[in-house]
């Protein structure tokens, strides 16, 4: 049928695929949680206004790529393109924007409706971080380091870059100087993009348009509007990332996407993704949580593109565990027993009960073929002595167990 199709961008994740997602998944997770990150779950929908507020209404995001849709009472809602949005809501709602230090984590899918390329596409998974409370560059520290670990656990090579944007005033300024910067190039840049520039032209510093390099070359840099404060803290991150042995490079020109970002910003850049090269960023947002209703709470945090990882990372070799291989129909309900004694023993263990009707060499290049380490064959004798041969395909060597040393050998 002709509707019995993927819509474009949302591809189906399944084999080798997903194996490399999860693993993805699984690591951030357990990165997290060794830094005592608790697990926060938002909705997949929320109101566009959101977004509008925080992503602000003249960025990409909110301009070009939201998916979004009326529900029945009129409402203007659409799919989480980001998700710390998501977060920062959750805690007004929920009246968690306390002054209490607060580090959660997500993972989960986001929505963007733009063109799918390599390391892009219209649903994609995310993993990231939120540090609330905490105005202190130790903060800043954590979530790089969380970031810098988790990228170290994937044996992912990835230069870190940084930058610090100041606060909201000296954005102000900022902004008002590239404004006047541009009046000068109005007829050579396109009309729309001159209208959005002006609107918010610190996001033409990280631009790739050619045209907006070159106009920019000779502009100042945003350091140049810091106060002494300012200069201090961007020292200070600087000085703690080395000391904590993280490598970085200044890139002047990082500013991020999103409006609500202050103070540090940073991205971490891989080459084996072509132009989608950017794998996980974040920074601050001091004001976000005030503007969206809920107290003034300082706050840091970074995303990361599962799908974008998992496609640069080797796929985790997922040896070990017992395949159980069965001589004949009544073998196979005994395997099953065992197989269910085993797990109630070891819930991490991983069992195959072999259910076809492939003969016993058959059997055996399955087992070797799932990266299984060991592999037991069942029959009529297993069934009447209770002692099973099993080999081990790593070392190729075999030995026997007794129902009882069985159970004991792959407990816990």
Same mark, same amino acid.
């Given at each position: 049928m002709k509707d019995l199709k993927t819509i474009r961008g949302m591809p189906d994740l399944y084999a080798e695929e997903m194996n490399r997602i999860s693993f993805v998944e699984d690591v951030c997770t357990e990165i997290f949680r060794s830094f005592n990150f608790q697990e926060f779950r938002t909705p997949i929908l929320e109101n566009k206004s959101l !977004?509008?507020?925080?992503?602000?209404?003249?960025? #990409? &995001?909110?301009?070009?790529?939201?998916?979004? !849709?009326? #529900?029945?009472?009129?409402?203007? /809602?659409?799919?989480?393109?980001?998700?710390t949005a998501g977060i920062v809501r959750a805690l007004v709602t929920?009246? @968690?924007?306390?002054d209490e230090i607060k580090k959660y984590f997500y993972i989960g899918p986001m929505f963007r409706y733009e063109r799918p390329q390599k390391g892009r596409?219209?649903?994609?998974?995310?993993?990231?971080?939120? @540090?609330?409370?905490?105005?202190?560059?130790?903060?800043?520290?954590?979530? &790089?380091?969380?970031?810098? /670990? &988790?990228l170290e656990k994937l044996n992912v090579k990835a230069e870190l870059q940084i930058n610090y944007i100041g606060c909201a005033?000296?954005? +102000?300024?900022? %902004? +008002?100087? =590239? %404004?006047?910067?541009l009046k000068d190039f109005k007829d050579t840049v396109d009309e729309k993009?001159?209208?959005r520039l002006q609107r918010n032209p610190i996001r033409a510093l990280d631009s790739k348009d050619e045209n907006i390099k070159k106009i920019l070359k000779d502009v100042k840099k945003i350091k140049e509007f810091f106060n002494k404060e300012q200069k201090e803290?961007?020292? #200070?991150?600087?000085?703690? =990332? /080395?000391?904590?042995?993280? #490598?970085?490079? &200044?890139?002047?020109n990082l500013v991020r996407g999103l409006d609500y970002y202050t103070g540090t910003v940073f991205e971490y850049i891989s080459s084996e993704l072509g132009a989608q090269n950017a794998i996980l960023g974040g920074g601050r947002y001091d004001n976000l949580i005030e503007n969206l209703g809920g107290k003034k709470l300082p706050a840091?945090? !970074?995303a990361l593109g599962i799908d974008r990882l998992s496609e640069i990372i080797n796929e985790p070799k997922q040896s070990g565990g017992i395949f159980i291989g069965s001589l004949d129909a009544e073998s196979k309900s005994f395997a099953q027993k065992i197989a269910y004694q085993l797990r109630k023993n070891s819930s991490n263990l991983k069992i195959e009960t072999y259910l076809g009707n492939a003969n016993l060499s058959k059997q055996m290049k399955k087992a070797d073929s799932q990266s299984f380490k060991f592999v037991m064959i069942v029959g009529q004798e297993e069934q009447k002595s209770l002692k099973f041969k099993l080999k081990d395909l790593e070392l190729n060597k075999s030995f026997e167990l007794s129902e009882k040393e069985l159970l004991e050998y792959f407990s816990g």
């Open positions: !977004f509008e507020r925080s992503a602000g209404d003249t960025s #990409d &995001i909110v301009q070009k790529e939201v998916y979004e !849709f009326e #529900d029945r009472k009129g409402d203007l /809602l659409c799919l989480r393109p980001e998700g929920n009246g @968690l924007d306390n596409k219209r649903q994609f998974y995310q993993a990231g971080a939120e @540090l609330i409370g905490d105005p202190s560059s130790n903060a800043d520290i954590e979530v &790089i380091q969380v970031a810098n /670990l &988790i005033d000296t954005l +102000e300024k900022y %902004r +008002e100087y =590239l %404004r006047n910067f993009l001159y209208f803290k961007f020292q #200070d991150i600087q000085k703690k =990332l /080395l000391d904590a042995g993280v #490598d970085f490079i &200044i890139n002047e840091t945090g !970074f």
